[in-house]
């Protein structure tokens, strides 16, 4: 069964940084080009980033609000793949989801909640 | 950089038809993904590159995408299918993923 599990959200302070991570299964996950969406609470989907595959450079592209402080990047020994956060903002606060781009997302994990508050 | 707009509600009553559309320029000249999300749940998708339906989806839910507007269409609505639906597209241009603004699909 193609499965995908995040973790590692949790309360950060304005400023704080946190690595979140997706654990992949049930699929090739070397080949898999992976993204991270968001979701502020009562809020629509929002994409985060995404990192291709070692075959295509492992290349990543970030939305704006994100760009130059979160990072994505993927193990493919370990099937994960990890956003790190950086200069975590208010706005930031979300339910993070990790997807497998394959023409669209076909498959999502339940996602992780990252809140940002002092 | 690319926008899809969604209207933000749609009503139906069972049994009918439910059409919902997204916006954009020159839509047409991309494919359009479509997602149902309960609340609490994570997206699931309903709709590939314009009209294909993954498995496991009802044929209930079709699509098209014509000119500047995709359309979602719900025949035959159930009770069960109250969600948030949103389009989703690739723009090459900035190669990035873009949501729409969803749409609350509300079964009366």
């Known amino acids: 069964e193609e499965r995908l599990v995040e973790s590692g959200g949790d309360l950060v302070k304005p400023g704080g940084s946190l690595r979140i991570s997706c654990a992949a299964s049930g699929f090739t996950f070397s080949d898999a080009w992976m993204s991270w969406v968001r979701q502020a609470p009562g809020k629509g989907l929002e994409w985060v980033g995404r990192i291709k595959s070692k075959t295509n450079g492992e290349t990543t592209d970030y939305a704006a609000p994100v760009k130059g402080r979160f990072t994505i990047s993927r193990d493919d020994s370990k099937f994960v793949v990890y956003l790190q956060m950086t200069s975590l903002k208010s706005e930031d606060t979300a339910l993070y989801f990790c997807?497998?781009?394959?023409?669209?997302?076909?498959?999502w994990g339940q996602g992780t909640l990252v809140t940002v508050s002092s | 950089s690319y926008v899809l707009t969604q209207p933000p509600s749609v009503s139906v009553a069972p049994g009918e038809t439910a059409s919902l559309t997204c916006g954009g320029n020159?839509?047409?000249?991309?494919?359009v993904h479509w997602y149902q999300q309960k609340p609490g749940r994570a997206p699931v998708l309903v709709i590939y590159s314009d009209d294909d339906r993954p498995s496991g989806i009802p044929e209930r839910f079709s699509g098209s995408n014509s000119g500047n507007t995709a359309t979602l269409t719900i025949s035959r609505v159930e009770v069960g299918d109250e969600a948030d639906f949103y389009c989703?597209?690739?723009?090459?241009?900035?190669?990035?993923?873009?949501f729409g603004t969803g749409t609350k699909v509300s079964v009366l």
């Open positions: 989703q597209v690739w723009d090459p241009t900035s190669d990035h993923y873009v």
């Open positions: 020159n839509i047409e000249d991309k494919s």
């Open positions: 997807a497998n781009s394959n023409g669209g997302f076909d498959l």
